[in-house]
């Protein structure tokens, strides 16, 4: 059973960059489709981009597409999720999703992200 630990978040203001980390232990993090999602608040929780265990295929939401990277890093055991051009709507808690090849889901504590002058 892997356990996910994310990190990197805080305050940075509009036009910045923030790279957040996805560590694994228990578990190689190669052998999981790993997401990135965030809550704003009140609202509910979003996909912001995800990648593939086999191929590293990856996929990003609309809002952030060409603006965030997504990349796995397998010596570290961590996928970071690389964001630029912040604008203040990406404000939220983002969380570290694992999903097993048996469809069983992780998920991280989340790390805390807003963006404000």
């Known amino acids: 059973q892997v356990q996910l630990v994310e990190s990197g978040g805080g305050l ?15 578990s190689t993090l190669n052998a999981y489709a790993i997401g990135w999602f965030r809550q704003a608040p009140g609202k509910e929780r979003e996909g912001v981009s995800c990648i593939s265990p086999s191929d590293d295929r990856t996929y990003y939401a609309d809002s952030v597409k060409g603006r965030f990277t997504i990349s796995r890093e397998d010596v570290n055991n961590a996928v970071y999720l690389h964001m630029t051009t912040l604008k203040p709507e990406d404000t939220g808690v983002y969380y570290c999703n694992g999903r097993s090849q048996t469809n069983s889901d992780y998920w991280g504590q989340g790390t805390r992200v807003t963006v404000s002058a």
């Open 12 to 26: 940075v203001q509009p036009g910045g960059s923030l790279r957040l980390s996805c560590a694994a232990s228990g």
